[in-house]
């Protein structure tokens, strides 16, 4: 244990570093060509505003000026229609929607941000699944 928490990464967690070592995939969570949009009742159509396709949603994504990358989520319904934005949104790829805690979110930016873990990171659009991986720095 280290004798000042400072020196810890995981000092602030809920988890421990074990609850992300290794790899971890979280099925369903990213935008795909099939995330769900609004229909207007009356023709039957889609709103131009939630037409996007994958690559349009990827760029968005990957365009956002940060040191953290960023993964494509799916915009609720209800948010497409309230704001009238696109069926995407961009977050930090260890967001709380897509590993499914917000005390995985913490551990996974903890993780992130420290030194002592490389953390690696696959999303696959076709099929919305993230894959994550936290390994100890001297062990990769």
Do not use: W
């Amino acid at each position: 244990m280290p004798e000042k928490p400072d020196d810890d990464p995981f000092h602030d967690c809920e988890l421990d570093p074990d609850a992300v070592l290794g790899t971890h995939t979280f099925h369903d969570v990213l935008f795909t060509d099939d995330t769900e949009t609004p229909v207007n009742v009356l023709t039957g159509e889609t709103p131009a505003h939630s037409q996007a396709s994958v690559e349009e949603a990827k760029a968005f994504a990957t365009s956002i000026d940060t040191d953290t990358p960023q993964i494509a989520l799916p915009a609720s319904v209800e948010t497409q229609v309230e704001t009238q934005s696109k069926p995407y949104t961009a977050a930090a790829f260890f967001h709380f929607k897509a590993t499914g805690s917000l005390e995985r979110h913490r551990a996974y930016h903890a993780a992130y941000d420290s030194d002592a873990f490389t953390v690696d990171f696959e999303a696959d659009y076709a099929s919305g699944d993230l894959t994550i991986t936290v390994e100890r720095a001297n062990e990769s």
